[in-house]
Structure formats: C-alpha cells, structure tokens
Nanobody
C-alpha cells in the first residue's frame, strides 16, 4: 500500500501563490499517476489536476486551467501543484490521490488546508 502526505498549504492573500507537495511512500507500482482534488465546506469534491508517472501527461479541471500547474519528480516519488493567481474561491482542503490502472483513485492523503483571503 502507498502512503501519501501533502504539505505546503497555508494562508495567502488573493493573487498570491502556493506550491503543494505530495510525497508517496511504500509501493508505488500499480499506480499510473497522481491527482489533486479539493473540497470546500458545503461543496462536493472537485477534480483539480492529474498527471501520469510515465510521460507526464497532464489534465486540468476548469477551475485550474491557466493558473495551476501539476508536475512530478519520479526520483522523489513526489507530485507538486503550483498554484498562482489564487482566488478566495480556491479556499479548500486539497488532497492528493494515487490513480490505479483501472482509473480509480484508490489511495488518498489526509489533505492540506489552503485559505485565500480577500
């Protein structure tokens, strides 16, 4: 099994930037990629971005396009989410997840809080 630990969350003003990290430990085999999700109070979980371990192909949710960048360092088993031009509506708990071969996200971290003030 894989353990995922997110870090890098915090409080920033609107227009600022944060870089989230997700370190994976354990057995990485069996996961084709990683994804970032977020959930704000009273809202359903929202897809943010995903990346494949092989090739680095990326996919972004509508809320992230043009502002967020997902990347990975295979040697460190770490995935990043660079968030620029942050808005108050980006405030949420951000989770990273491992994507299995079948497409399901089966391993989740505990999340890191991102708060963007007006």
């Amino acid at each position: 099994q894989v353990q995922l630990v997110e870090s890098g969350g915090g409080l920033v003003q609107a227009g600022g930037s944060l870089r989230l990290s997700c370190a994976a430990s354990g057995r990485p085999f069996g996961y084709v990629g990683m994804g970032w999700f977020r959930q704000a109070p009273g809202k359903e979980r929202e897809f943010v971005a995903a990346i494949t371990w092989s090739g680095g192909t990326t996919v972004y949710g509508d809320s992230a396009k043009g502002r967020f960048t997902i990347s990975r360092d295979n040697a460190k088993n770490t995935v990043y989410l660079q968030m620029n031009s942050l808005k108050p509506e980006d405030t949420a708990v951000y989770y990273c997840a491992g994507r299995a071969l079948g497409g399901a996200f089966t391993s989740w971290g505990q999340g890191t809080q991102v708060t963007v003030s007006s």
